[in-house]
């Protein structure tokens, strides 16, 4: 597809449904999520995309990625954790199992990089050698491989606020997962991010660092939310990483925060609007992302995804 096609084909944008006559609604900044009977949820990818803890706008058919390349993960992995699925009846819903999710969230990265304060490599500028409670050996350099990948856990984020880094011993002291549980998720994460870089790899993408969101459902431990999509990950192309480490070309939504940067806007005030090419090129990176890891055509769905919702809910709910 070129950037006029995409812009030609762009359906109507989830904003919010009013799905509340099925069970009660919870809006979040990309998803809308419907209580079900029988202990499910239905779940609902929109194009809203969001960055520095707002939304900045809508990106055509990123929800529709979101949640096939999540649906196509999710069965590539049940060997190493279960997870939430029950099915996926349309381009931009999954019905899911209820599960509680543990209350940190698990971020395994394979490089050092970024800018934020959580970010490992801000941690390792400013002289900390040991964030996370991984000790790292001094002379790495911005996007340095790791040694091996590690797991950097952080809190949840509360309304309005940030996430905070926090290590097993604290974990495991302020009693947030017990002992067998994490090891159960920290053998899971890792499992999970060593099948992720090798699909990654063999697409021509390097799988950075990536966040995991686990749950347990009647004590078993269980892998939710969406896995290694342009949002949840960090991927960089293969060979811009391999020519100049010090600037690879990011695949995923830093792309999309780097261009915000760029403008002034670092999620103080009201963002500015992207440009219809802008809006575009981020579309077509997602999509790219989408058949490159899976092999697969992306294809958009034929129709707006709100009023099929609408119209098949009655039957997915029965």
Known sequence: ?????????????LSS???????????GKVREMVALPNRSRLLVTTDRVSAFDV???????????????????FAQTTDIVPNHVLSVPDANVTIA??????????????????????????MYQSGTRDAYGVVLPDGLQKNDRLPQAIITPTTKAEAGGHDHAITKTEILEQ???????????????????ARGQAVAQKAGLVLVDTKYEFGTIDGELVLIDEVHTPDSSRYWTLDSYQANPSSPTSFDKEFLRLWFAEQGYNGDGTPPIMPAEFVAQVAARYIAAYEQLT?????PAAQPAAPRILENLQTLTK
Not at 55 to 73: E, M, R
């Open 17 to 27: 449904l009013d799905l509340t006559t099925f069970g009660a609604q919870t809006s």
């Open 97 to 122: 199992k209820e599960a509680k999710p543990l209350p940190v969230e698990v971020v395994v990265r394979g490089f050092i990089t970024g800018v934020t304060k959580t970010s490992l490599w801000t």
């Open 175 to 193: 009693g947030l997962v017990g002992a067998a549980l994490w090891a159960q998720v920290e053998q899971a994460a890792l499992a999970l991010f």
């Open 1 to 13: 597809m070129t950037h006029t096609d995409l812009l030609n084909a762009i359906p109507t944008a």
């Open 55 to 73: 939304v900045l706008g809508v990106i055509p058919f990123k929800g529709q990625v979101l949640n096939q390349l999540s649906a196509w993960w």
């Open 295 to 299: 092999g697969l055509q992306f294809v």
